[in-house]
């Protein structure tokens, strides 16, 4: 069973950074999409980046400017940079490949949350 996992989550004070890393535990083949996703409290999990052929970077709107998506290929893993924080960036950040073939895969998530 394949498994992605997550690190680099913690507290941080508004304006402050953090990086979050993603890996698998062995080899995905044939993927296609890689993504961070955003969980807040109270609310529905929602994209928050994601990267095609490690180099196609699509953002949602609010953390446009602010995060970076990227992949290092010979470490086999993805990085979500995250500048200027904000206390709504709060949440629990979950990392996600999706295959050719359909196959999707999550990470166990990892909290972020920013103090005011």
């Known amino acids: 069973q394949v498994q992605l996992v997550e690190s680099g989550g913690g507290l941080v004070q508004a304006g402050g950074s953090l990086t979050l890393s993603c890996a698998p535990s062995?080899?995905?083949?044939?993927?296609?999409?890689r993504g961070w996703h955003r969980q807040a409290p109270g609310k529905q999990r929602d994209s928050v980046a994601s990267?095609?052929?490690?180099?196609?970077?699509d953002y949602a709107e609010s953390v446009q400017g602010r995060f970076t998506i990227s992949v290092d290929s010979a470490k086999n893993t993805m990085y979500l940079k995250m500048n200027s924080l904000k206390p709504e960036d709060t949440g629990v950040y979950y990392c996600?490949?999706?295959?050719?073939?359909?196959?999707?895969?999550w990470g166990q998530g990892t909290q972020v949350t920013v103090s005011s």
């Open positions: 990267i095609v052929g490690g180099s196609f970077t």
């Open positions: 996600n490949y999706r295959t050719l073939q359909g196959y999707s895969y």
């Open positions: 062995r080899t995905i083949s044939n993927v296609s999409i």
